[in-house]
T-cell receptor
Framework: AQRVTQPEKLLSVFKGAPVELKCNYS??????LFWYVQYSRQRLQLLLR??SRESIKGFTADLNKGETSFHLKKPFAQEEDSAMYYC??????????FGAGTRLFVKA | DAMVIQNPRYQVTQFGKPVTLSCSQT?????MYWYQQKSSQAPKLLFH???????NEADTPDNFQSRRPNTSFCFLDIRSPGLGDAAMYLC??????????????FGDGTRLSIL
C-alpha cells in the first residue's frame, strides 16, 4: 500500500540548531515528493518539491530511493520556521497522499 | 491575489441536516480537490475534478457528494452529516498537467461541527 510516514508528531529545537524532519514513503514506482508547510493561522502551502532540487527558506530535501526517504533539513533553524510540516507523495495520478505531519517548534 | 477561497470558515450543522461547503478559485486551475482532515491526522482526499470529470476515492462515503458547475466553483455536499463527519475540509487546486504532480494550492479550510 502507498503510505507516507512522518515518525515525529512534534520536534522541538533551539534557534540556530540543525533540524531534520523525517519522511519515509512506501511506493514501488517513481514517486513525486513534496513538502507542504502550514504556519500559524495560514493556509497549507507548498514548501518544496523534489524534482525542483532547490532550497527554499534554507530548507532542502533529498530523495533517497534506497531508503525510501525524503527528509527535510535546515542547517540553522529560525524561530519563524515554527510550523506544521507535511510530507506528501504523488504516484502519478491525481491522488496525493499526505503524512500526518510534524509540528516544528523552534525555541529562542 | 489569485487564490482559493473557502466559505464559510466555520460551519455548524445538526446531525442529519444537509450541509454544503463552497470553494472558489481565481487561479483558473483545471483540477479541484476536496480533502477531509481530522484532528492530528493527515488530509485525506475525498474526490477531485479534472475539468468536468469527477473522480471519487474508493473509500469516500456515499454521504459525500460534489458539484463543479464551472471552472471557478466547486461544492462539497454532505447529505446526512454524522458526528464522525466533524472535521476540517480543505479545498485545493492544481494547474494543467497530465498527472497530479503539480503543486496544490489550498484554501483556508472550513471547520465543520455537528451538533
Amino acid at each position: 500500500a502507498q503510505r507516507v510516514t512522518q515518525p515525529e508528531k512534534l520536534l522541538s529545537v533551539f534557534k540556530g540548531a540543525p533540524v531534520e524532519l523525517k519522511c519515509n514513503y512506501s511506493y514501488s514506482g517513481s514517486p513525486e515528493l513534496f513538502w507542504y508547510v502550514q504556519y500559524s493561522r495560514q493556509r497549507l502551502q507548498l514548501l518544496l518539491r523534489h524534482i525542483s532540487r532547490e532550497s527554499i527558506k534554507g530548507f532542502t530535501a533529498d530523495l533517497n530511493k534506497g531508503e525510501t526517504s525524503f527528509h527535510l533539513k535546515k542547517p540553522f533553524a529560525q524561530e519563524e520556521d515554527s510550523a506544521m510540516y507535511y510530507c506528501a507523495l504523488n504516484t502519478g495520478g491525481f491522488k496525493t497522499i499526505f503524512g500526518a505531519g510534524t509540528r516544528l517548534f523552534v525555541k529562542a | 491575489d489569485a487564490m482559493v477561497i473557502q466559505n464559510p470558515r466555520y460551519q455548524v450543522t445538526q446531525f442529519g441536516k444537509p450541509v454544503t461547503l463552497s470553494c472558489s478559485q481565481t487561479l483558473n486551475h483545471n483540477v479541484m480537490y476536496w480533502y477531509q482532515q481530522k484532528s492530528s491526522q493527515a488530509p485525506k482526499l475525498l474526490f477531485h475534478y479534472y475539468d468536468k470529470d469527477f473522480n471519487n476515492e474508493a473509500d469516500t462515503p456515499d454521504n459525500f457528494q460534489s458539484r463543479r458547475p464551472n471552472t471557478s466553483f466547486c461544492f462539497l455536499d454532505i447529505r446526512s452529516p454524522g458526528l464522525g463527519d466533524a472535521a476540517m475540509y480543505l479545498c485545493a487546486t492544481s494547474g494543467r498537467g497530465e498527472g497530479g504532480d503539480q503543486p496544490q494550492h489550498f484554501g483556508d479550510g472550513t471547520r465543520l461541527s455537528i451538533l
